[in-house]
């Protein structure tokens, strides 16, 4: 076989918007939509009730504008007549702005054994206050080598000596609990209710 027989295509393929097909796809438009009556809710916010599917597709075309299923789970279905892009724009702006307000909240870890001395102790509390003051929650784990795991009560100690320390400003979201080789416990920002 000689190579210049040997032909090579090239297959070129057009990057598809997938994140706008999604949303396109959450809502049934004109005669997507399947039930046989719908409940209609105008252009003008009027509420028409329940009416066949055909007369409310007419509405639409009358109004130059889209009838969108917003409601699907209902019986029947509730739809509108509205601008289908102007609809989904509107729907993403709102997305974002309660992403905007969602906190996120980062939780620090600070790591200690059991024969941690205190004054390298107080450093890592030291840090622990600046993230709580920050409003980060702070996760506290005392590590076990060896033998050290038979000295519970040590770490215990330990803890409730943390805690104690940064009470003014945090409060204790979960106890102090053994997870295999570790003992942890978990702050929150915010001085403990009395």
Same mark, same amino acid.
Request: net charge positive; proline share 5%.
């Given at each position: 076989?000689?190579?210049?027989?040997?032909?090579?295509?090239?297959?070129?393929?057009?990057?598809?918007? +997938?994140?706008?097909?999604?949303? =396109?796809?959450?809502?049934?438009?004109? &005669?997507?939509?399947?039930?046989?009556?719908?409940?209609?809710?105008?252009?003008?916010?009027?509420? @028409?009730?329940?009416?066949?599917?055909?007369?409310?597709?007419?509405?639409?075309?009358?109004?130059?504008?889209?009838?969108?299923?917003?409601?699907?789970?209902?019986?029947?279905?509730?739809?509108?007549?509205?601008? @289908?892009?102007?609809?989904?724009?509107?729907? =993403?702006?709102?997305?974002?702005?309660?992403?905007?307000?969602?906190?996120?909240?980062?939780?620090?870890?600070?790591?200690?054994?059991?024969?941690?001395?205190? !004054? !390298?102790? =107080?450093?890592?509390?030291?840090?622990?206050?600046?993230?709580?003051?920050?409003?980060?929650?702070?996760?506290?784990?005392?590590?076990?080598?060896?033998?050290?795991? +038979?000295?519970?009560?040590?770490?215990?100690?330990?803890?409730?000596?943390?805690?104690?320390?940064?009470?003014?400003?945090? !409060?204790? &979201?979960?106890?102090?609990?053994?997870?295999?080789?570790?003992?942890?416990?978990?702050?929150?920002?915010?001085?403990?209710?009395?």
């Amino acid at each position: 076989m000689c190579l210049r027989e040997i032909t090579i295509t090239r297959v070129t393929s057009r990057k598809i918007n +997938t994140r706008f097909r999604k949303r =396109s796809d959450l809502f049934r438009i004109n &005669e997507k939509i399947k039930a046989p009556n719908v409940q209609l809710i105008g252009p003008d916010g009027n509420n @028409y009730g329940d009416i066949a599917l055909d007369k409310a597709l007419a509405i639409a075309r009358e109004a130059d504008l889209d009838l969108v299923e917003v409601s699907p789970n209902t019986k029947p279905p509730v739809c509108r007549v509205l601008d @289908y892009g102007k609809f989904l724009y509107e729907r =993403s702006k709102k997305e974002k702005e309660a992403r905007k307000s969602q906190k996120q909240i980062e939780i620090k870890e600070i790591r200690l054994r059991p024969k941690t001395t205190a !004054h !390298h102790r =107080s450093f890592k509390v030291r840090d622990a206050r600046r993230w709580l003051e920050k409003g980060m929650k702070v996760r506290v784990r005392i590590r076990f080598r060896g033998r050290e795991i +038979t000295l519970p009560d040590i770490a215990r100690e330990d803890m409730s000596e943390i805690y104690e320390e940064l009470s003014d400003i945090a !409060h204790m &979201e979960s106890p102090p609990s053994i997870e295999g080789r570790t003992m942890l416990m978990v702050l929150a920002p915010g001085a403990e209710k009395k």
